[in-house]
């Protein structure tokens, strides 16, 4: 029996090759192996979605994935977000709106709101309610939150030359 499992992704836009025991958890890959932080861990759970990434645009919990589910995926996480070394829409928008307090769960609400704009560009305010509580911010009403996901939508249609 193989206790080892080699692995092929693509990881923020970068080919990733590597063997690891086959018990690793994705969050374990990203944090602990690959030096990737922004991803945090939480309930260990799948349930606070702090740990949210990208697996071919759709957000999942890394803290539930092994790291062999994601052999030959598009895997995404909050630092491949920046554009040229610089916030990305989504986190302009958190940063203008004040869609943090702590931060901890802030990198889980980015990756999940790039997920939603992919999906549907410009979401009314019900499907961002519905996308957004699935993630668990312990420090706000989420009011802010709500309104980062909106503006994030607008900077990223204004970028993609889409009308407001």
Known sequence: MKNEAEIKFTLNKRMVSLTVPSSTILLTLLRE??????????????????????????????????????????????????????????QRAFIECGGFQCGFCTSGMIMLTTGLLREDPNPDRSKVVEWISSNTCRCTGYSMILESVERA???????????E
Not at 48 to 73: I, K, N, Y
């Open 33 to 90: 192996i690959l030096n990737l932080n922004g991803t945090r861990g939480s309930c260990e759970s799948a349930v606070c979605g702090a740990c949210t990434v990208l697996v071919d645009d759709v957000p999942m919990a890394a803290c539930s994935l092994f790291a062999f589910e994601v052999d030959g995926a598009r895997v995404e996480t909050v630092e491949g977000q920046l554009v040229d070394g610089e916030p990305g829409p989504v």
């Open 153 to 163: 939508s607008e900077l990223a249609r204004s970028e993609n030359g889409a009308d």
